[in-house]
């Protein structure tokens, strides 16, 4: 697995939405679940999968219409990484933190 050499926002909420997920999601149902644009989530998520953070696999399901679904989810290391990198995006900064007014 590569490490990922720059990490925003957006990275931080696509691991979010995977970490969160019991099963595979596919790209439309994670730009929902951001609010991100398709833009920024389908060259994230083929990086995530380049750098081994990420396996993909086209939907099998025949009784579903309309075009098949690339389906993503967390590889372990992924997995172990993701919950890494939300922890450290979610703890706030000095320079981020509130004020206590006195």
């Known amino acids: 697995?590569?490490?990922?050499g720059r990490i925003g926002r957006t990275t931080v909420d696509v691991l979010a939405v995977l970490l969160d997920s019991?099963?595979?999601r596919w790209g439309l149902e994670i730009i929902k679940l951001t609010g991100r644009p398709s833009g920024s989530v389908?060259?994230?998520l083929d990086r995530l999968e380049r750098a081994g953070w990420v396996t993909?696999?086209?939907?099998d399901d025949s009784d579903r219409r309309g075009p098949r679904r690339r389906l993503y989810v967390l590889t372990p290391d992924g997995a172990r990484?993701?919950?890494?990198?939300?922890a450290r995006k979610a703890r706030p900064t000095t320079a981020t933190r509130p004020e206590v007014a006195r």
Do not use: F, T
């Open 22 to 24: 019991d099963r595979p």
């Open 81 to 86: 990484e993701a919950v890494r990198v939300c």
């Open 1 to 4: 697995m590569e490490p990922l």
């Open 56 to 59: 993909s696999d086209w939907d």
């Open 42 to 44: 389908y060259p994230l």
